[in-house]
């Protein structure tokens, strides 16, 4: 959360450059994108929350190379996966599902709102039919 600038729950190339600068261990643009590479599951081209404990346990089991960058970060960092890797994952996907009802709860809010204005609109016109009818009746 630290370093996901556009708080849309990834951190994309952009945002791994400014949190690799900032913990000491830049890296290029090409070591960059070999770092997402390394652990991008779903190939979108920017680490989800999964993806990024998947650095920690990756580094935890010796499956990093010395000299990567992965593993300058899983150094440099302070999480400790046993630990934030259930609770902060828990979080995270408790807190989408929750926008995701949010969103949907508004939405038909919306909805509902529209379909009464629509009903409203609806008998608001079947009345002027009605008054033009009497109308025409008292002309005659």
Known sequence: RRYDAGKDGFIDLMELKLMMEKLGAPQTHLGLKNM???VD????SKLSFREFLLIFRKAAAGELQEDSGLHALARLS???VSTEGVKGARSF???????IHDASRFEEEIKAEQEEKKKQAEELKQRK????????????
């Not at 599951?41 to 979108?44: C, H, M, V």
């Not at 039919?129 to 005659?140: I, Y």
Request: cysteine-free; proline content about 0%.
């Open 36 to 38: 997402i590479k390394e």
């Open 41 to 44: 599951e779903d190939l979108d």
């Open 78 to 80: 302070e999480i400790d």
């Open 93 to 99: 996907f408790e807190a989408k599902v929750q926008a």
């Open 129 to 140: 039919a009605a008054f033009k009818e009497l109308q025409s009746t008292f002309k005659q």
